[in-house]
């Protein structure tokens, strides 16, 4: 025998079902009232770690100020730090972060003539100068088209890149398109003199040698530089020298018995995969001269400067670098 539903039974029932129709109601008018300042496209990390950084670059992290006109914002600005930078970048994380990375803010913005087309800007703060460069060097594409907007600075048919002060910045279009470039240069040109402008010089680029210097091949190492841990902040360059091409390398040290240390350091550590010393060379007084299977090295300290040639395919060719460096440096007061 069925049994009959009770009064009490039926007012729940019903009450359940007026709570039901309540939160599905509250749930729509959310939907419908999205507030960017809360939802991101990432996540961001939390507590103080944020709003030290926010309040450190707020001034630097306002991109939209910089928009030129006939653009918009199309997404809410993003912050990455060291923990989640890797949810930006994936693959190129390790990179930065080895440069001395601090934060980035990106953001994209949209063209208001141009339907779908867009951009995104990427600022990256890497905590000095020469970390920038680091990047800026490391980064710097085969078809690049120097730009006269910085010293640091060039462009490709649909991005702009450029180092200044302690930024490092990227601006990506998403077609290659003659207004969209434009527009990014407006926007860079914008941005650039409101970028902090802290230390920028990069002495060591003015004591290269000028003589067949291949300019685009400039490179700073920040780390583990020839797969030796202790070498760093290592500018690179190639030489062209009787159509052999070699690279050249200088790093400045706090002291000269710290190049001096480093300068031994490194002759060891390529003592310990199988180099062979070869005779000094007058010419280079101190320069220690080896030979790594069939390639060339050679090490000097010169005051607070380590510098010398590596991997050379010539020895004679590698040793007129070197002099030629040598000559760049000795007649500098330390």
Do not use: C
């Amino acid at each position: 025998m069925r049994r009959r539903r009770g009064r009490k039974e039926t007012l729940v029932s019903a009450l359940i079902l007026v709570i039901l129709v309540v939160i599905g109601g509250s749930v729509y008018w959310k939907q419908g009232r999205y507030d960017s300042r809360i939802f991101t496209f990432s996540a961001q990390p939390e507590g103080d770690v944020l709003m030290e950084a926010s309040a450190l670059h707020s001034h630097e992290t306002e991109l939209a100020s910089f928009v030129p006109a006939g653009m918009m914002p199309f997404s809410p600005p993003e912050q990455f730090h060291s923990e989640n930078l890797s949810d930006k970048i994936n693959g190129k994380a390790e990179f930065y972060l080895s440069a001395g990375f601090q934060d980035l803010v990106s953001q994209r913005f949209a063209s208001e003539s141009l339907p779908g087309q867009w951009m995104e800007v990427f600022l990256y703060h890497m905590g000095d100068h020469r970390n920038a460069f680091a990047v800026y060097s490391g980064q710097k594409r085969s078809t690049a088209q120097d730009l006269d907007l910085a010293p640091f600075a060039y462009r490709t048919d649909n991005a702009l890149f450029f180092a200044k002060g302690p930024h490092y910045v990227e601006i990506v279009a998403s077609v290659a398109d003659p207004v969209m470039q434009d527009m990014m240069l407006a926007f860079a040109q914008n941005m650039i003199g409101e970028l902090v402008r802290e230390g920028s010089s990069l002495q060591e680029l003015d004591l290269l040698p000028a003589k067949g210097l291949l300019t685009e091949s400039v490179y700073l190492i920040s780390s583990d530089a020839f797969g030796f841990d202790a070498l760093d902040n290592v500018l690179t360059a190639r030489y062209r020298i009787r159509g052999k091409t070699l690279t050249a390398y200088l790093s400045m040290r706090d002291s000269s018995e710290e190049a001096r240390s480093l300068a031994v350091s490194f002759e060891e550590f390529l003592n310990f995969f199988g180099a062979q010393a070869l005779p000094q060379r007058p010419e280079i007084p101190h320069a220690a001269v080896l030979q790594v299977f069939e390639t060339y090295e050679v090490i000097v300290q010169e005051g607070p400067v380590l510098y010398g040639v590596h991997d050379a395919p010539g020895l004679e060719e590698a040793l007129e670098l070197a002099e030629r460096m040598h000559r760049r440096l000795a007649d500098l007061e330390w």
